[in-house]
Every structure is written in C-alpha cells, then in structure tokens.
C-alpha cells in the first residue's frame, strides 16, 4: 500500500464552523506533513511531523492545529478560518533517516471557506 | 526558502524531449535532488531522484554534471497526457530543505 488517503475530498465550511481534515498512510513512514496551495501557486509548507511530535511549525495562524494520534494519522483542525484560507490542503509522508527525499503525496482536501 | 530556480513555463509538442533545467547553486554535500509532476487538483507525484551522473526510470532520466549546482529532467517522446507542472527539490531526508517546493515549470504539450 503505496497510498496517502485524505478526506474529506471536498469541504465548504463557514467562517464560524469547526472542522477537520483527515490523512492516512500504512507505509510505516515516520515522517507527515501538511501543505497548502493556492491556485497556480507551488504547495506551501504548514507543519512537519516527525515520529509524531510537530518538528516544524511555518508561522501558520492558530486556528490552523495539527494533530498526529498515532504513526499512521495526521488530523489538521481547523477553527474560525477566513475565505482566504480556501485552497488545496495536500498530505504528505516520508521515510525518515533513509537516503531517500521521496515523499508520497495524498490527493488533497479543497476546501471552501464562505 | 526554496533553494531551486525552474523556468516558469515551457512548450512542446506530441513526441519530442522536453528537458527541464533546474538550478541549485547552494546545494550541500547531502543533498539529493528530486523531481515531482503535479496535475490540477492532485498531490504532486514522485518521478525521479538523483545525487550525482544520470539515473533514468521508466518514465525519465535526471541528469546531474559534476558540480552538482543545476539538474536536467528529460521526459522521452512527451504525450498529452504529460501536460503539467514539475517541480524541482533539493535536501536531504535528514532535513526539511527537501520539502520546500519552488516555483516550478509549467509544461505544455500540444498535439
């Protein structure tokens, strides 16, 4: 199993509602992460999470809050989110320590902020 | 800070190499090099890594000179079907420079 599974696929949400994102990979990969892209734009680093403790936050605002309960689950709750915070939300998990830089993507969540 | 330059958008048609130059004059003794494509709305998918020389899969070859500062991505005989962004990373897997992605380039295939 060579997969990154996120869900929702879809999510519209209002500016006052709580939700969450979900990610899931088997491939025994230490390493997750959350990134976010805007149209035409590269993905964007939010956080990293290394044998399940956050080793990097990218400044993001609080009411983006990542969770990782186990080596095979990232959560990203989100609270009180602004339109400009709709976009394409990817997952991604890598091997840690290997000398390999290849990180397997999921598919996305697009989410809609109104 | 992305540590790769990528020209912004290229052009080809049905059949042709399109190679894709990337720069990376600060890469460190660790660091690997790895390609990613991405479609609209999809995850970026894994294509190719190298360190140093050429590595070639089954769907492209990398090719690396000696200094080790720029990388090319060849993709042999382009289908429409490889219309898309790729992008180039720099970093070692014991640090997160390999996860910062830069611009990218926006390849075009026409038939």
């Known amino acids: 199993d060579t997969e990154v599974t996120q869900t929702p696929k879809h999510l519209v949400m209002g500016m006052t509602n709580k939700k969450s994102l979900k990610c899931e990979q088997h491939m025994g990969h230490r390493a997750m992460y959350w990134y976010k892209q805007k149209a035409k734009k590269p993905p964007e680093l939010m956080f990293v999470y290394s044998y399940e403790k956050l080793s990097i936050n990218e400044s993001v605002p609080s009411r983006f809050s990542p969770e990782c309960p186990n080596s095979s689950l990232l959560n990203l709750h989100l609270h009180a989110l602004q339109p400009e915070d709709s976009a394409l939300y990817l997952c991604a998990s890598s091997q840690e320590g290997r000398e390999t830089t290849e990180a397997f993507f999921g598919q996305g969540t697009r989410l809609t902020v109104v | 800070l992305a540590k790769t330059t990528q020209p912004i958008s290229m052009d080809s048609y049905e059949g042709q190499e399109v190679n894709i130059t990337c720069s990376h004059n600060?890469?460190?003794?660790?660091?690997?090099i790895t390609w990613y494509q991405q479609f609209p709305s999809q995850g970026p998918r894994f294509i190719i890594q190298?360190?140093?020389t050429k590595v070639t899969n089954e769907v492209a070859s990398l090719f690396i000179p000696a200094d080790r500062k720029s990388s090319t991505l060849s993709l042999p005989r382009v289908s429409l079907s490889d219309t898309a962004v790729y992008y180039c990373l720099v970093g070692s897997s014991y640090n997160t420079d390999k996860l910062i992605f830069g611009t990218g380039t926006r390849l075009q295939v026409f038939p």
């Open positions: 190298g360190y140093k």
């Open positions: 600060n890469i460190a003794t660790n660091d690997y």
